[in-house]
Protein backbone atom coordinates (compact mmCIF):
# COMPACT_ATOMS: atom_id res chain seq x y z
CA UNK A 1 0.00 0.00 0.00
CA UNK A 2 1.38 3.44 -1.17
CA UNK A 3 1.71 6.31 1.96
CA UNK A 4 -1.25 8.53 0.34
CA UNK A 5 -0.65 11.92 2.60
CA UNK A 6 -3.53 13.05 1.45
CA UNK A 7 -5.96 9.70 2.66
CA UNK A 8 -3.91 9.96 5.84
CA UNK A 9 -5.00 13.58 6.56
CA UNK A 10 -8.99 12.75 5.09
CA UNK A 11 -8.43 10.34 7.80
CA UNK A 12 -7.61 12.24 10.68
CA UNK A 13 -9.76 14.95 9.91
CA UNK A 14 -13.01 12.67 10.08
CA UNK A 15 -11.58 10.93 12.94
CA UNK A 16 -11.33 14.78 14.57
CA UNK A 17 -14.90 15.80 13.69
CA UNK A 18 -14.65 17.40 9.95
CA UNK A 19 -17.71 16.55 8.12
CA UNK A 20 -16.05 17.69 5.14
CA UNK A 21 -12.64 15.36 5.38
CA UNK A 22 -16.01 12.45 5.40
CA UNK A 23 -17.94 13.56 2.66
CA UNK A 24 -14.50 13.41 0.78
CA UNK A 25 -13.80 10.24 1.38
CA UNK A 26 -17.27 8.99 0.43
CA UNK A 27 -16.55 10.72 -2.64
CA UNK A 28 -13.47 9.14 -3.54
CA UNK A 29 -14.01 5.98 -1.87
CA UNK A 30 -17.80 5.38 -2.65
CA UNK A 31 -17.13 3.59 -6.34
CA UNK A 32 -15.04 0.95 -4.84
CA UNK A 33 -17.46 -0.32 -2.44
CA UNK A 34 -20.02 0.27 -5.42
CA UNK A 35 -18.33 -1.67 -7.42
CA UNK A 36 -17.46 -5.07 -5.28
CA UNK A 37 -21.51 -5.05 -4.36
CA UNK A 38 -22.02 -4.67 -8.19
CA UNK A 39 -19.42 -7.74 -8.43
CA UNK A 40 -21.34 -9.60 -5.80
CA UNK A 41 -24.45 -8.75 -8.31
CA UNK A 42 -26.44 -7.75 -5.63
CA UNK A 43 -29.89 -6.00 -5.22
CA UNK A 44 -30.04 -2.41 -4.43
CA UNK A 45 -31.74 -3.40 -0.99
CA UNK A 46 -28.63 -5.58 -0.23
CA UNK A 47 -26.33 -3.23 -1.72
CA UNK A 48 -27.54 -0.67 0.44
CA UNK A 49 -27.32 -2.69 3.65
CA UNK A 50 -23.75 -3.22 2.72
CA UNK A 51 -23.09 0.13 1.96
CA UNK A 52 -24.66 1.42 5.41
CA UNK A 53 -22.72 -1.28 7.36
CA UNK A 54 -19.06 -0.84 5.66
CA UNK A 55 -19.60 2.95 6.04
CA UNK A 56 -20.97 2.81 9.79
CA UNK A 57 -17.93 0.37 10.51
CA UNK A 58 -15.47 3.23 8.96
CA UNK A 59 -17.19 6.09 11.34
CA UNK A 60 -16.55 3.83 14.00
CA UNK A 61 -13.09 2.71 13.38
CA UNK A 62 -11.57 5.98 11.98
CA UNK A 63 -9.71 7.19 15.55
CA UNK A 64 -8.52 3.25 15.21
CA UNK A 65 -6.97 2.84 11.59
CA UNK A 66 -3.49 1.44 12.49
CA UNK A 67 -2.49 2.56 8.70
CA UNK A 68 -4.78 5.48 7.45
CA UNK A 69 -3.15 4.99 4.27
CA UNK A 70 -4.68 1.97 4.09
CA UNK A 71 -7.82 3.10 3.66
CA UNK A 72 -9.03 1.56 0.34
CA UNK A 73 -7.36 -1.70 1.41
CA UNK A 74 -9.44 -1.62 4.67
CA UNK A 75 -13.00 -0.63 2.83
CA UNK A 76 -12.25 -2.79 0.07
CA UNK A 77 -11.71 -6.06 2.78
CA UNK A 78 -15.14 -5.08 4.82
CA UNK A 79 -17.21 -4.59 1.62
CA UNK A 80 -15.89 -7.99 0.26
CA UNK A 81 -16.74 -9.67 3.72
CA UNK A 82 -20.23 -7.71 4.04
CA UNK A 83 -21.25 -8.64 0.61
CA UNK A 84 -20.29 -12.18 1.18
CA UNK A 85 -22.37 -12.67 4.72
CA UNK A 86 -25.73 -10.94 2.66
CA UNK A 87 -24.76 -13.71 -0.32
CA UNK A 88 -24.50 -16.86 1.89
CA UNK A 89 -27.70 -15.89 4.17
CA UNK A 90 -29.45 -15.36 0.84
CA UNK A 91 -28.96 -18.06 -0.46
CA UNK A 92 -28.99 -20.62 3.19
CA UNK A 93 -32.55 -19.19 3.62
CA UNK A 94 -33.83 -19.50 -0.24
CA UNK A 95 -32.62 -23.04 -0.08
CA UNK A 96 -31.06 -22.50 -3.30
CA UNK A 97 -30.05 -25.94 -4.98
CA UNK A 98 -27.44 -23.74 -7.53
CA UNK A 99 -24.05 -23.22 -5.68
CA UNK A 100 -22.85 -20.06 -5.39
CA UNK A 101 -19.94 -19.30 -8.12
CA UNK A 102 -17.11 -20.34 -6.03
CA UNK A 103 -14.86 -17.80 -7.14
CA UNK A 104 -16.80 -15.69 -4.73
CA UNK A 105 -16.72 -17.39 -2.29
CA UNK A 106 -13.26 -17.28 -1.47
CA UNK A 107 -11.66 -13.77 -0.93
CA UNK A 108 -10.24 -13.54 -3.98
CA UNK A 109 -7.32 -12.05 -2.61
CA UNK A 110 -5.64 -10.68 -6.10
CA UNK A 111 -9.19 -9.23 -7.31
CA UNK A 112 -9.40 -7.51 -4.15
CA UNK A 113 -6.09 -6.37 -4.99
CA UNK A 114 -6.59 -5.35 -8.12
CA UNK A 115 -9.80 -3.52 -7.08
CA UNK A 116 -7.62 -1.10 -4.55
CA UNK A 117 -5.57 -0.57 -7.13
CA UNK A 118 -8.32 0.58 -9.51
CA UNK A 119 -10.07 2.61 -7.08
CA UNK A 120 -6.74 4.57 -5.67
CA UNK A 121 -5.81 5.23 -9.09
CA UNK A 122 -9.58 6.66 -9.95
CA UNK A 123 -9.48 8.61 -7.05
CA UNK A 124 -6.10 10.15 -7.85
CA UNK A 125 -7.26 11.20 -11.55
CA UNK A 126 -10.62 12.34 -10.07
CA UNK A 127 -8.72 14.51 -7.52
CA UNK A 128 -6.21 15.84 -10.08
CA UNK A 129 -9.16 16.83 -12.48
CA UNK A 130 -10.74 18.61 -10.05
CA UNK A 131 -7.94 20.57 -9.61
CA UNK A 132 -7.00 21.79 -13.37
CA UNK A 133 -8.29 24.92 -14.34
CA UNK A 134 -12.46 24.82 -15.34
CA UNK A 135 -11.28 25.38 -19.25
CA UNK A 136 -9.26 22.14 -19.29
CA UNK A 137 -11.64 20.53 -17.39
CA UNK A 138 -14.18 21.64 -19.83
CA UNK A 139 -11.84 20.71 -22.56
CA UNK A 140 -11.10 16.93 -21.63
CA UNK A 141 -14.46 16.44 -20.88
CA UNK A 142 -15.87 17.13 -24.10
CA UNK A 143 -12.84 14.96 -25.28
CA UNK A 144 -14.16 12.16 -23.17
CA UNK A 145 -17.54 12.84 -23.61
CA UNK A 146 -19.76 9.49 -25.29
CA UNK A 147 -20.21 10.13 -27.92
CA UNK A 148 -17.15 12.36 -28.72
CA UNK A 149 -17.71 15.90 -30.00
CA UNK A 150 -16.31 17.01 -32.99
CA UNK A 151 -13.57 19.24 -32.86
CA UNK A 152 -15.77 22.46 -34.45
CA UNK A 153 -18.33 21.84 -31.55
CA UNK A 154 -15.56 22.10 -29.02
CA UNK A 155 -14.21 25.23 -30.41
CA UNK A 156 -17.32 26.71 -30.95
CA UNK A 157 -18.65 25.94 -27.37
CA UNK A 158 -15.47 26.72 -25.54
CA UNK A 159 -14.04 29.85 -28.26
CA UNK A 160 -10.84 28.61 -28.99
CA UNK A 161 -9.69 27.78 -32.31
CA UNK A 162 -9.41 23.94 -33.76
CA UNK A 163 -6.39 24.02 -34.67
CA UNK A 164 -5.25 24.62 -30.49
CA UNK A 165 -7.45 22.03 -29.62
CA UNK A 166 -4.82 19.08 -29.93
CA UNK A 167 -2.44 21.34 -28.36
CA UNK A 168 -4.38 22.41 -25.49
CA UNK A 169 -5.13 18.89 -24.91
CA UNK A 170 -1.89 17.87 -24.66
CA UNK A 171 -1.01 20.83 -22.32
CA UNK A 172 -4.21 19.34 -20.05
CA UNK A 173 -2.95 16.22 -19.71
CA UNK A 174 0.07 17.27 -19.28
CA UNK A 175 -0.99 19.69 -16.21
CA UNK A 176 -3.15 16.12 -15.23
CA UNK A 177 0.05 14.05 -14.93
CA UNK A 178 2.27 16.85 -12.77
CA UNK A 179 -0.60 17.01 -10.53
CA UNK A 180 0.10 16.32 -6.47
CA UNK A 181 -2.52 13.53 -6.74
CA UNK A 182 -1.15 11.81 -9.70
CA UNK A 183 2.42 12.19 -7.73
CA UNK A 184 0.91 10.68 -4.68
CA UNK A 185 -0.27 7.73 -6.21
CA UNK A 186 3.54 6.81 -7.18
CA UNK A 187 3.25 7.48 -10.99
CA UNK A 188 6.18 10.05 -11.02
CA UNK A 189 7.47 7.64 -13.99
CA UNK A 190 3.96 8.51 -15.77
CA UNK A 191 5.52 11.81 -17.26
CA UNK A 192 6.44 11.75 -20.18
CA UNK A 193 6.61 15.49 -21.61
CA UNK A 194 4.84 16.30 -24.71
CA UNK A 195 5.02 20.11 -24.69
CA UNK A 196 1.91 20.98 -26.91
CA UNK A 197 2.49 17.83 -29.02
CA UNK A 198 -0.14 16.97 -31.75
CA UNK A 199 -1.91 13.50 -30.23
CA UNK A 200 -2.98 11.28 -32.79
CA UNK A 201 -6.44 10.96 -31.66
CA UNK B 1 -15.18 -1.37 -13.48
CA UNK B 2 -13.70 -4.97 -13.02
CA UNK B 3 -13.09 -6.02 -16.40
CA UNK B 4 -9.45 -7.98 -16.98
CA UNK B 5 -8.79 -4.60 -19.22
CA UNK B 6 -9.00 -2.66 -16.08
CA UNK B 7 -7.19 -5.01 -13.87
CA UNK B 8 -4.22 -5.10 -16.27
CA UNK B 9 -4.53 -1.33 -16.41
CA UNK B 10 -4.30 -0.99 -12.92
CA UNK B 11 -0.81 -2.94 -12.80
CA UNK B 12 0.77 -1.60 -14.94
CA UNK B 13 0.58 1.77 -13.00
CA UNK B 14 4.29 2.39 -12.29
CA UNK B 15 4.39 2.64 -16.02
CA UNK B 16 4.65 6.10 -18.60
CA UNK B 17 0.99 6.27 -20.07
CA UNK B 18 0.61 8.54 -23.06
CA UNK B 19 -1.78 10.78 -23.58
CA UNK B 20 -3.91 8.03 -25.13
CA UNK B 21 -3.79 6.09 -21.89
CA UNK B 22 -4.01 9.14 -19.76
CA UNK B 23 -6.65 10.22 -21.28
CA UNK B 24 -8.78 7.03 -21.51
CA UNK B 25 -7.89 6.67 -17.58
CA UNK B 26 -9.73 9.43 -16.67
CA UNK B 27 -12.54 8.47 -18.65
CA UNK B 28 -13.04 5.67 -16.93
CA UNK B 29 -12.26 7.19 -13.73
CA UNK B 30 -15.03 9.62 -14.74
CA UNK B 31 -17.53 6.70 -15.53
CA UNK B 32 -16.89 4.44 -12.20
CA UNK B 33 -17.77 7.56 -10.25
CA UNK B 34 -21.01 8.08 -12.41
CA UNK B 35 -22.17 4.80 -12.32
CA UNK B 36 -22.61 4.97 -8.75
CA UNK B 37 -26.18 5.97 -8.00
CA UNK B 38 -26.91 8.92 -5.85
CA UNK B 39 -28.91 7.47 -2.82
CA UNK B 40 -25.55 5.26 -2.12
CA UNK B 41 -23.29 7.77 -2.09
CA UNK B 42 -25.83 9.64 0.14
CA UNK B 43 -25.95 6.64 2.37
CA UNK B 44 -22.56 7.12 3.14
CA UNK B 45 -22.49 10.66 4.15
CA UNK B 46 -24.95 9.84 6.51
CA UNK B 47 -23.78 7.59 7.96
CA UNK B 48 -20.95 10.60 9.71
CA UNK B 49 -23.94 11.23 12.13
CA UNK B 50 -23.30 8.55 13.83
CA UNK B 51 -19.63 9.86 14.50
CA UNK B 52 -18.93 10.69 18.06
CA UNK B 53 -21.71 8.57 19.07
CA UNK B 54 -20.50 6.86 22.31
CA UNK B 55 -21.91 3.65 21.00
CA UNK B 56 -20.07 0.38 20.75
CA UNK B 57 -20.61 -1.26 17.26
CA UNK B 58 -22.52 -4.93 17.84
CA UNK B 59 -21.85 -7.14 15.00
CA UNK B 60 -24.31 -10.18 14.15
CA UNK B 61 -22.03 -13.32 15.50
CA UNK B 62 -25.48 -15.52 15.25
CA UNK B 63 -28.77 -15.55 12.82
CA UNK B 64 -30.50 -19.16 12.89
CA UNK B 65 -31.68 -18.13 9.12
CA UNK B 66 -27.82 -18.45 7.78
CA UNK B 67 -27.80 -21.58 9.83
CA UNK B 68 -31.20 -23.52 8.31
CA UNK B 69 -29.43 -25.78 7.03
CA UNK B 70 -28.27 -27.31 10.45
CA UNK B 71 -31.33 -26.48 12.38
CA UNK B 72 -33.13 -28.66 9.78
CA UNK B 73 -31.20 -31.76 10.35
CA UNK B 74 -31.14 -31.30 13.67
CA UNK B 75 -34.94 -30.97 14.36
CA UNK B 76 -37.80 -32.95 13.41
CA UNK B 77 -40.56 -30.35 13.57
CA UNK B 78 -40.02 -27.59 10.95
CA UNK B 79 -41.75 -24.32 12.93
CA UNK B 80 -38.76 -22.27 14.81
CA UNK B 81 -38.18 -19.58 16.36
CA UNK B 82 -35.77 -17.12 14.12
CA UNK B 83 -33.20 -16.33 16.53
CA UNK B 84 -30.55 -13.56 16.20
CA UNK B 85 -27.36 -12.43 18.64
CA UNK B 86 -25.65 -9.44 18.17
CA UNK B 87 -22.20 -9.18 19.93
CA UNK B 88 -20.38 -5.97 21.24
CA UNK B 89 -17.05 -6.01 23.49
CA UNK B 90 -19.71 -5.35 26.88
CA UNK B 91 -22.91 -6.78 25.63
CA UNK B 92 -24.96 -9.30 23.63
CA UNK B 93 -28.41 -8.71 22.46
CA UNK B 94 -30.20 -11.83 21.91
CA UNK B 95 -33.56 -11.37 20.03
CA UNK B 96 -35.84 -13.98 18.79
CA UNK B 97 -38.74 -13.10 16.49
CA UNK B 98 -42.16 -14.15 16.61
CA UNK B 99 -45.17 -13.43 14.79
CA UNK B 100 -45.92 -9.80 16.37
CA UNK B 101 -43.14 -9.02 18.15
CA UNK B 102 -39.22 -8.84 19.10
CA UNK B 103 -38.41 -10.90 22.02
CA UNK B 104 -35.12 -9.89 23.87
CA UNK B 105 -32.60 -9.75 26.45
CA UNK B 106 -29.63 -8.23 27.18
CA UNK B 107 -26.24 -10.11 28.55
CA UNK B 108 -25.31 -9.53 31.28
CA UNK B 109 -28.21 -8.66 32.36
CA UNK B 110 -29.19 -4.98 33.68
CA UNK B 111 -31.80 -2.42 33.22
CA UNK B 112 -32.44 0.04 30.35
CA UNK B 113 -33.33 1.26 27.34
CA UNK B 114 -33.80 0.28 24.19
CA UNK B 115 -34.54 1.90 21.01
CA UNK B 116 -35.60 0.32 17.58
CA UNK B 117 -34.33 2.43 14.68
CA UNK B 118 -35.93 2.41 11.11
CA UNK B 119 -34.56 4.65 8.38
CA UNK B 120 -36.94 6.79 7.82
CA UNK B 121 -36.15 8.15 11.21
CA UNK B 122 -38.94 6.13 13.26
CA UNK B 123 -37.60 5.25 16.53
CA UNK B 124 -39.83 2.54 18.72
CA UNK B 125 -38.62 2.78 22.61
CA UNK B 126 -38.75 0.21 24.93
CA UNK B 127 -37.96 -0.55 28.09
CA UNK B 128 -35.24 -3.11 29.60
CA UNK B 129 -35.91 -4.68 33.12
CA UNK B 130 -34.01 -5.93 35.76
CA UNK B 131 -32.93 -9.00 34.05
CA UNK B 132 -32.15 -7.47 30.81
CA UNK B 133 -35.33 -8.71 28.80
CA UNK B 134 -37.13 -6.13 26.57
CA UNK B 135 -40.09 -6.43 23.62
CA UNK B 136 -40.79 -3.88 20.82
CA UNK B 137 -43.69 -4.37 19.70
CA UNK B 138 -44.45 -4.34 16.60
CA UNK B 139 -41.91 -5.60 14.76
CA UNK B 140 -40.45 -2.49 12.79
CA UNK B 141 -41.58 -2.25 9.07
CA UNK B 142 -38.64 -2.05 6.91
CA UNK B 143 -34.88 -1.85 7.76
CA UNK B 144 -34.09 -1.51 11.47
CA UNK B 145 -31.13 -1.36 13.92
CA UNK B 146 -31.58 -1.51 17.52
CA UNK B 147 -29.85 0.79 19.72
CA UNK B 148 -29.28 -0.26 23.71
CA UNK B 149 -28.38 2.25 26.35
CA UNK B 150 -28.19 0.65 29.83
CA UNK B 151 -28.63 2.42 32.89
CA UNK B 152 -24.77 1.63 33.69
CA UNK B 153 -23.80 3.98 30.81
CA UNK B 154 -23.37 0.82 28.57
CA UNK B 155 -24.35 2.52 24.70
CA UNK B 156 -24.62 -0.32 21.98
CA UNK B 157 -25.72 -0.07 18.44
CA UNK B 158 -26.46 -3.13 15.90
CA UNK B 159 -26.11 -3.39 12.70
CA UNK B 160 -29.49 -2.99 10.48
CA UNK B 161 -31.45 -6.02 10.69
CA UNK B 162 -34.45 -6.76 8.18
CA UNK B 163 -37.33 -8.98 9.31
Known amino acids: MRDDPTVVALVARAAGGDPGAWIEIVERYAPLVWSICARFQLSNQDTEDVGQNVWLLLVEQLGKLREPAALPGWLATTTHRECLRVVTSAQKSERLGTKLDEALQVVDKTAIDEEILVAERNAALLAAFAELPLFYQQLLSMLMAEPPHSYAEISAKLGIPVGSIGPQRARGLERLRRSAALKALGTDDIGVNIPGGEPGA | ?163
Open chain 2, 1 to 163: MTSESTFREASQVHESWDDEQLLAALREAVTARQAVPAWFVDTAKSAYAWHNIDAELAQLTYDSEADLDLAAAVRSETASIRALTFTSPHLTLELEVTENSLVGQIIPPRPGTLEAQTRPGVTTTATVDEIGCFVVDPIPEGPFRLRCRTDDGIDVLTGWITL
